[in-house]
């Protein structure tokens, strides 16, 4: 098929709820992608921060080549070894109890509340059901998920959306202390991630870690972008200095299959015993077993600190620009976001897509960058040599 074909029966056949780009991808190595005319792009998108270990890795495709030869699906009526060798890992280097495989973001995070509602009825009884979230947070499209989520663009069309969610406002403690009267968890992200790269306060989140241990409220960490080595840690929470009783986790797990997962800590993980909660493709080997080539790499300290490193490397280089339309550069690891004028920011986007880099976009005014945990320092180059160049016209 030609790209153009290709674009034609897209719009034909497939339901139009992308604003996709003008470009039709075809394979790709490292951290550069190709269309389908040969022209190559730099990726500081990782999809959405999924490839960690880039395109086209060997490890990781001939694992998921093997198990999908030996075997690919079999239902949770049985034991299969990928998913208890994923559950081991993340539990030990954790210190967490147990895991609840799903197939996304949004059904992971699912799957805590869930667990956080039952944890409270198991022990309260009915009505001390409330989670609260942040303002300007993102947990997924399901609509429970929707409501969960703390932008009011999201609460549309849908109604009636799921009861017992409230907003507090990010790095304000004593609106989520207030907000948390009758709640059974607290549900935050680390670096608030579609909302704008916006990395939470340490003190604000020691502060609500704290509340929430001497209030029997669980707190649900939402690393289904920070984690997975995104922010040159394991999971983000940890250069936090907190314990949170709930991981939820996707994007990066699978390095490009689905994949999501609920670990919980031992004090709450046999909440959702037999016949509570499940999903049919949870756990699937082929995915477990791209997972565990990705944990393989990514738990390596020597692996984290490069990735630290890359991260400093691109903010510290965009700052050193100088350039007048940039207001500001954040983020933590390879999570990163450019401030620049909301109004000019998709120009941007797409001279650099001319130029041969893709990149992401958050909130208003964020520029947004996830490259793969593994791209390489001439990969960097070439992208914020780019940078430079489109956001100085
Ligand atoms: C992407 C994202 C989700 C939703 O994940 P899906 O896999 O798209 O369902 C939830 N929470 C956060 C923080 C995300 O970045």
Redesign the pocket.
């Known amino acids: 098929m030609t790209a153009n074909e290709i674009k034609q029966k897209e719009s034909q056949y497939v339901m139009q709820t992308y604003g996709r780009f003008d470009l039709v991808l075809d394979h790709g190595c490292g951290a550069t992608l190709y269309d389908t005319d040969g022209k190559s792009y730099v990726d500081m998108t990782a999809g959405?921060g999924v490839t960690s270990l880039g395109h086209g890795n060997k490890a990781l495709s001939e694992a998921v080549a093997g198990q999908a030869a030996k075997l690919m699906h079999v239902s949770n009526l049985y034991y299969t070894e990928p998913m208890v060798s994923v559950a081991e890992i993340l539990a030990v280097k954790t210190g967490m109890g147990k895991m609840f495989f799903a197939n996304?973001?949004?059904?992971a995070?699912e799957g805590a509340i869930k667990l956080a509602r039952k944890y409270s009825f198991d022990k309260y009884g009915e009505g001390r059901n409330k989670i609260v979230t942040l303002i300007q947070s993102?947990?997924?499209?399901t609509v429970t998920?929707l409501k969960a989520t703390g932008q009011e663009k999201f609460h549309q069309y849908f109604f009636p959306f799921t009861e017992g969610f409230d907003y507090a406002e990010a790095n304000n403690a004593a609106d989520v202390k207030a907000k948390c009267e009758g709640a059974c968890a607290v549900m935050l992200?680390m670096i608030q991630?579609?909302g704008g790269v916006l990395p939470l306060d340490k003190g604000f989140v020691k502060e609500i870690a704290q509340f929430c241990k001497e209030n029997d409220i669980l707190l649900i960490v939402?690393e289904?972008?920070t984690g997975i080595g995104r922010t040159g840690s394991l999971f983000c929470y940890e250069q936090y200095g907190i314990e949170p009783d709930i991981v939820t986790m996707?994007?990066g797990l699978g390095g490009g299959l689905p994949i999501?997962g609920v670990l919980a800590s031992k004090s709450c993980c046999d909440v959702l015993g037999s016949g509570t909660h499940g999903s049919t493709f949870g756990g699937n080997p082929v995915s477990c077993a791209a997972a565990k080539v990705v944990l393989d790499t990514v738990c390596d300290p020597k692996f984290l600190k490069e990735v630290q490193e890359k991260g400093e490397y691109i903010m510290k280089s965009v700052a050193d620009m100088k350039l007048p339309s940039v207001t500001g550069v954040r983020g933590m690891g390879l999570m990163i976001g450019i401030g620049v004028d909301p109004k000019k920011r998709a120009g941007y986007v797409n001279r650099l897509i001319e130029k041969g880099v893709l990149v992401l976009t958050a909130g208003s005014d964020a520029i947004r960058l996830l490259p793969p945990l593994v791209i390489s320092y001439e990969e960097i180059d070439k992208a914020l040599a780019a940078m430079k160049e489109v956001l100085a016209e």
């Open positions: 959405i996304s973001g949004a059904e995070n993102f947990h997924g499209r998920t992200e991630g579609e939402d289904v972008q996707a994007k999501g």
